[in-house]
């Protein structure tokens, strides 16, 4: 007998299991990855080879191709939703942490609103797209206007299955969830790219027709590719120019909606097959509009609304200006570099700030596993790559050039700035992301025996004994009392600093706003000051721009995500 039960543990039936499940894993996960690469790769090159005028690939051909992988991405969420209807023992668990705190779905203490938000402007793009293909139907084809049809009804469907599943631990049909998932990510990437294409094509475009400098041959190719939008189609009515700019200054919502929907798809992909404890760890709850300011000092919120407020004011005049005369366009590029050197230094200072704080701050680091936080650090440390190439070649551009003038120090100035920001708020999310929820400081001096699970009414009588600790930090209530039988007692050093880091926390979230407001909706200092045209040469940094700032614009609404979770952690 003595021999026998020490073996009993080592042969438990759990103990193999893991490993032959941990190798189909990974050959599932490989042979999703290996379809949407694939996938991606043929939808890349339709959509970049349609955006060029000398290659045999037509905008009908990327139409096509997008209206295509929108229908069998439909059919298979349809056929997800039905499955996982049919058969609830499939999703034995869900995870808490699935999508930021403003994006989750069901579950997430009333969020998915800036999904939705994102959708719905989505849906709006859709329809001034389709009015706009509709007003020369006659000289059109018709799967221009079955595009953004089709993709109204991905967007709403999409949106209702995010809503209800983003948090889904799938343990049925494994490889083909994962290889739906893959497709449906691949899917909202493919549409991601070709707005971005497209709307880099519209602001070259408009910024060449302002241009004074000798770039007329890219300016008639841009035209022409531009052209392949309408054919051979005028559009010469006011409707028609409406629904035209109309789409064109809704595209940003598209873009990030497409962006956002691929990571919370990414986590669901990651979650297929995931085994999850009973008990969740973290912090799943979403702050309610009402509770948003609570708690925090006022400075940061009211000085984040006034740099939003002034923002607004210098887009406005910028986007004025700038396609005016020579010397109009000279001071809107000061005002709007001002605006940026003052907004990103007091940025930096307040992460760099945060970040001393945390010195000072006793939690524990969140070790548990969490996909959406790392997919989260991910994408904030990539996606700042984009920002970081375009100031680098500002840089060169500006201490190697000619000019010397107050708008090449502007310029050097910004470039370095933003780098600065990008570095110190990372370094101040990503450092947020890892603590541990409030309340989980551990104890320097841990309370004797006779003071354990002891609730104390009188403060008086809890200092007069000798076995306890001086300052108490938390006594919890009992379960079956009443609430005020409790007396809790926050730290008052802990307290401040909390209050501290929700005020950071805003502040960083109103500023990441109005810098991802100016690129997104058409500010683009980089070919309206000539410093880096006239060095590089506009083909060169007009492909710099366009493959970098797509990045740059996604990573300041990714910040605003991700410093919306560390407010709710603070």
């Given amino acids: 007998m003595s021999t026998e039960l020490p073996s ?13 499940r941990e190798v189909w ?31 045999a690939v037509y905008d009908t051909d990327v139409f096509a191709l997008l ?87 991905f967007v709403i469907v999409q949106t209702y299955f995010l809503w209800v599943s983003a948090k889904d631990c799938v343990h049925t049909h ?77 595209y940003p919502f598209n873009i990030e909606y497409s962006l956002f929907a691929s990571t919370m798809l990414y986590v669901m992909w990651k979650n297929v097959g995931r085994l999850l404890a009973s008990s969740t760890h973290g912090h799943s709850h979403a702050p309610s509009p009402l509770s948003l300011f609570r708690e925090t000092f006022f400075a940061g919120p009211v000085l984040g609304l006034m740099l939003f407020v002034v923002g607004l ?20 590029l000061v005002i709007y570099y001002s605006f940026n050197i003052v907004c990103l230094g ?38 700042a790559l984009g920002q970081y190439a375009i100031s680098y070649y500002s840089i060169v551009a500006v201490v190697a050039g000619t000019p010397r003038d107050l708008l090449a120090a502007l ?30 400081e551990p104890h320097d001096t841990p309370p004797k025996e006779p003071c354990h699970g002891l609730t104390f009414a009188n403060l008086d009588a809890l200092h007069t004994l000798p076995a306890c600790p001086p300052t108490p930090r938390l006594v919890g209530p009992s379960p079956a009392g009443p609430q005020e039988a409790a007396s809790v007692i926050v730290a008052p050093r802990s307290h401040w600093r909390r209050r501290c880091l929700k005020d950071i926390s805003l502040f960083l979230l109103l500023c990441n706003i109005i810098l991802w407001i100016m690129p997104a909706f058409g500010a683009r200092p980089h070919f309206s000051n000539t410093v880096e045209v006239d060095f590089y040469g506009y ?32």
């Fill in 8 to 20: 009993d543990p080592k042969e438990s039936p759990p103990a193999p299991r893991p490993a032959p």
């Fill in 25 to 55: 894993k990974k050959g599932g996960r490989l042979l999703s990855v290996l379809l949407a690469v694939n996938v991606l790769l043929l939808a890349c090159t339709l959509i970049s080879g349609g955006a060029f005028n000398k290659v």
């Fill in 67 to 153: 209206t295509t992988m929108l229908l069998l991405a439909m059919l298979w969420i349809l056929f997800y939703l039905l499955g996982t209807a049919r058969c609830p023992d499939g999703v034995p668990y869900r995870d808490a942490h699935a999508g930021p705190i403003w994006l989750r779905g069901a579950g997430g203490g009333g969020g998915g609103g800036g999904l939705v938000l994102f959708g719905i402007c989505t849906l709006v793009m859709d329809v001034f797209k389709t009015g706009y293909y509709s007003s020369f139907f006659e000289c059109q084809s018709a799967i221009k206007i079955l595009y953004p049809l089709t993709q109204a009804v």
């Fill in 174 to 250: 494994l490889d083909l969830t994962r290889c739906g998932l893959m497709f449906t990510l691949t899917t909202n990437l493919a549409i991601w790219m070709a707005a971005v294409v497209d709307e880099s094509l519209h602001q070259a475009h408009a910024h060449s027709s302002h241009s004074n400098t000798s770039h007329t041959r890219l300016a008639l190719d841009l035209e022409r590719a531009s052209s392949a939008v309408g054919g051979e189609c005028s559009c010469d009515t006011a409707v028609c120019q409406i629904f035209q700019q109309g789409y064109f200054y809704l």
């Fill in 313 to 332: 004011a210098v887009f406005i005049i910028y986007e004025v200006q700038v396609s005016g005369e020579r010397g109009r366009t000279q001071q809107a």
């Fill in 346 to 383: 007091l940025m930096t200072l307040v992460s760099l700030s945060g970040s001393v704080i945390y010195r000072f701050d006793r939690r524990a680091m969140d070790q548990h596993k969490n996909p959406t936080r790392t997919l989260d650090v991910a994408l904030l440390m990539g996606a």
């Fill in 411 to 440: 310029n050097l100035a910004h470039a370095l700035l933003m780098i600065a920001q990008h570095t110190f708020q990372n370094v101040f999310i990503i450092e947020s992301l890892h603590r541990g929820p409030p309340g989980a």
């Fill in 539 to 570: 083909s060169l940094w007009a492909a710099i721009v366009n493959i970098c700032l797509p990045f740059g614009i996604f990573y300041r609404m990714h910040a605003v995500s991700s410093l919306l979770e560390v407010y709710v952690m603070s």
